[in-house]
């Protein structure tokens, strides 16, 4: 009688352990639609605002063969080479996008250096180190994006007649460096920096 009790009890143990286990399938699963449905919605949203309330309408893009996209505003234009060399000094990026003024910028340096993907958090460290000493630094993150590492880095840099406002991101990609850059001129910085936002936020990877 005493074994068919224990028995009984045993059951009821499981049944309630089983249901309590549904129920966090259930919330899990329900997390996981809605987070899948706040992604999806942020990548099909290419229009974005400045701060004064100025539409800014973009579309993806990406560069050569590579499988990462992100956003670029439709009225930017892709700079030549001669123009690149003349606004950068140093290593110059691969491909720079900018506004008719070039005041603002999106640049992006497909680099030869060799970077894993579990580099690049002590990469964005050591940048952070670097930079202080000659800008002033807004914060740094790590984050994933599609299994990728993103390492980000918001700065003001001083320049020889302004300051500018940088939005970094940095990742590996084909174990190579990439980085992105989102800049744009002290003065425009509070009406822009939430477009930056935006252009960074899109990246996706495609492989």
């Known amino acids: 009688m005493k074994h068919k009790k224990m028995i009984g009890i045993v059951c009821g143990i499981i049944c309630v352990v ?19 449905k706040e992604e999806s919605k942020k990548y099909e949203t290419l229009v974005t605002e400045t701060k004064s309330g100025r539409k800014i309408e973009t579309e993806y893009t990406h560069i050569e063969e590579n499988k990462f996209y992100f956003k670029v505003p439709k009225s930017f234009h892709s700079l030549d080479y001669e123009t690149i060399t003349k606004k950068y000094q140093g290593k110059v990026p691969s491909v720079v996008f900018s506004n008719e003024e070039t005041t603002i910028n999106l640049a992006i340096s497909l680099t030869e250096d060799a970077m894993k993907d579990n580099q690049i958090e002590a990469y964005i460290k050591s940048m952070e180190t670097v930079l202080k000493q000659t800008s002033e630094m807004i914060g740094t993150e790590v984050y994933q994006v599609d299994g990728h590492s993103v390492g980000e880095m918001k700065l003001v840099s001083q320049a020889e007649d302004t ?8 990742f590996s990609y084909q174990d190579r460096l990439v980085i992105m850059a989102f800049n744009c001129t002290e003065e425009l910085t509070d009406e822009w920096k939430s477009v930056g936002d935006f252009i960074m936020e899109s990246l996706f990877f495609k492989e």
Not at 20 to 29: G, K, P, T
Not at 163 to 170: A, L, P, S
């Open 18 to 36: 089983v249901v309590i286990a549904s129920l966090v399938i259930q919330i899990v699963l329900k997390q996981e639609d809605k987070k899948l």
């Open 163 to 170: 300051k500018i406002y940088n939005h970094m991101i940095v």
